[in-house]
């Protein structure tokens, strides 16, 4: 699924030059991505597309009515507890990632909340630090924001070929 993410991200990074779901699916097709990786992307993009928005795609005792975001701003002096599936699923190298892009000032609230909702949707557990970031350009990308140079270079860059200084 990540493969085809990335491929979509890297054409079609201007939010508004994406085709449609049934376009997109069959150019997925022609380059040679098979059925299931396009179906979970395209599937994993509506609800990222859902969760950008606003609204709930969330089944339960708790979904709010249709017409109710699921997710409120959180107050400037509130603190994001971790419970212990997302814990699990995201891994210490993840929530460590998603705190330091949040202390940097750059992964608001409520885009942190929707990073989070798309990573506990990836498969594996834990999530890949490599996926994690796919999942947070994806997540900018749905905002229709770019991130900045640096942070686009700390979600780009290889770390494995740094050289510390």
Known sequence: MFEVLVYVYEN??????CPEPEHLE???????FES??????????????TAARGTSGFTGPLQPLAHEPWLREPSPT??????????RHLG?????FISFLEDA????ASMREVVIDRAMAA???P???DDLKIIILMVYWSFGREPDALVLDELCEDVAHRVVH
């Open 105 to 108: 000032g750059v992964l608001p």
């Open 92 to 96: 210490t190298q993840c929530i460590g």
């Open 26 to 32: 069959r150019k997925l097709n022609a380059v040679g």
């Open 36 to 49: 299931d990786q396009i179906d979970e992307a395209l599937s994993w993009l509506d609800a990222l597309h």
């Open 12 to 17: 079609y990074y201007a939010g508004e030059s």
């Open 78 to 87: 509130s603190m994001r507890i971790y419970v212990a599936a997302e814990r």
């Open 123 to 125: 498969a594996g557990a």
């Open 127 to 129: 999530v890949a630090l």
